[in-house]
């Protein structure tokens, strides 16, 4: 009997996956259990495994189609076994089209190649209707019709798919540029009190467990979001939700990407628990072995380019549904006035980017105040 391959719900939040990449081809035998198939959830990779025995008889969604939970991916079965009731019942991919971008390679007709090189048309962009998503003569004038880009004939290095990871996180930061009106205050901090107190807890301690700035900067943020609980809002609908739970992201960069793993319930974590956490979180983030479910869910975001050297302030884009990103810069010596003379002290830029539409300017500024006064005396961070 034949069975599907289906999209599976691979986190709490999830409500759509993307196949990356398929690693079986019609036709091959599998077991159960075996993967099959890429999907990209959350800016993450997950491998969805056989779940029987047989010959994969049709890929029904090829790279790069987006699928509902429970959407076909595939189907299993015995050679020569009658599938079509299946697919008649399987749920229609989003945007019920499937892309002609399958398995690395673009599916066209000859006559339609043809017709998209006369015409300077870039095909890779056309969503093919035909089977498995190849691209017709039809598909081509549509195209024409709606005036997609013509092909790019400039000198080129290189050429790198627009895709997976990468996509994601372009479809989520424009998403979020373009929802949120987005307003960033920009403040310089004194770090001379809290370099000292990181060397004095990490005397004597080993490598693997010494605290970092961004340790500090996650239970300082957590600690200001607590006295400033209307920065820990959410937009839903046509509710501002204050939120209960102070979950912070730790932005972490790949080579491929940005992904950020949640640190949740910070302010009721100890300094030593948020190090261990945030090193393992970062760890399994830089080895693709995240949960879903651990990039989901966070209040406030935390994205530290301090140890890059090279900027002061910048403006992050907030990470939705969140309203509010903190971006760190790095630290330098500086001269500033203390006391009525100019002295050089540990300075670190900080930045703020917030959404406008729930969170006004003052309150944004009483929160930065807050969190400089934190780091500034960082021992009421913990009282």
């Known amino acids: 009997m034949a069975t599907a391959i289906a999209m599976p719900k691979l986190g709490l939040s999830m409500k759509t996956g993307t196949v ?9 035998a599998i077991k159960s259990g075996e993967p099959v198939v890429e999907v990209l959830t959350e800016k993450i ?34 050679a020569g076994e009658d ?11 989003e945007g019920g089209k499937a892309p002609a971008a399958a398995g690395g390679k673009v599916k066209i007709s000859p006559a339609a190649r043809k017709m998209a090189e006369e015409q300077g048309i870039d095909y890779t ?27 790019d004939d400039r000198p080129t290095l290189e050429v790198i798919p627009y895709e997976g990871m990468r996509k994601a996180i372009g479809d989520n930061m424009a998403q979020s540029w373009a929802v949120a009106p987005k307003v960033t205050h920009h403040i310089s901090v004194d770090m001379t009190e809290i370099l000292a107190l ?29 006295l400033r609980p209307n920065i820990n809002v959410t937009l839903d609908g046509d509710q501002v939700k204050v939120l209960k739970d102070i979950n912070i992201g730790v932005a972490v960069a790949l080579d491929d990407g940005l992904i950020v793993p949640v640190v949740r319930n910070a302010n009721e974590k100890c300094l030593a628990d948020i190090n ?8 399994r983030t830089r080895k693709n072995q995240l949960n879903p479910d651990e990039m989901t ?13 090279s900027v002061d302030w910048f403006t992050p884009i907030i990470n939705q549904p969140e309203s509010a990103i903190l971006g760190v810069g790095r630290t330098v010596q500086k001269p500033v006035v203390v006391d009525g003379e100019i002295v050089i ?19 944004a500024a009483e929160f930065l105040a807050v969190l400089v006064e934190l780091i500034e005396n960082p021992h009421k961070i913990f009282i």
């Open 83 to 93: 599938i079509s009731a299946l697919l008649a019942e399987a749920p229609a991919a």
């Open 125 to 151: 962009r056309i969503a093919g209707t035909g089977p498995q998503g190849r691209i017709t003569k039809e598909d081509v004038e549509k195209a024409l019709e709606e005036g997609i880009a013509p092909a």
């Open 198 to 226: 990181r060397q004095k807890v990490n005397e004597g301690a080993k490598k693997r467990d010494r605290v970092s700035i961004t340790d500090f900067l996650v239970k300082a943020v957590a600690r200001a979001l607590e």
């Open 20 to 28: 990356g990449k398929w690693l079986k081809n019609e036709g091959d």
């Open 276 to 283: 261990k956490e945030v090193k393992d979180l970062a760890k």
């Open 345 to 363: 002290r540990p300075m670190m830029g900080l930045s703020l980017a917030f959404d406008h539409r729930i969170i006004d300017g003052a309150p």
């Open 297 to 309: 869910g966070g209040t406030f975001t935390v994205t530290n380019l301090g140890a890059y050297g």
């Open 45 to 78: 990779t997950n491998k969805v495994e056989a779940p029987a025995d047989g010959i994969l008889l049709k890929i029904v969604a090829p790279k790069g189609t987006k699928l509902p939970i429970g959407g076909l991916l595939g189907v299993i079965g015995e």
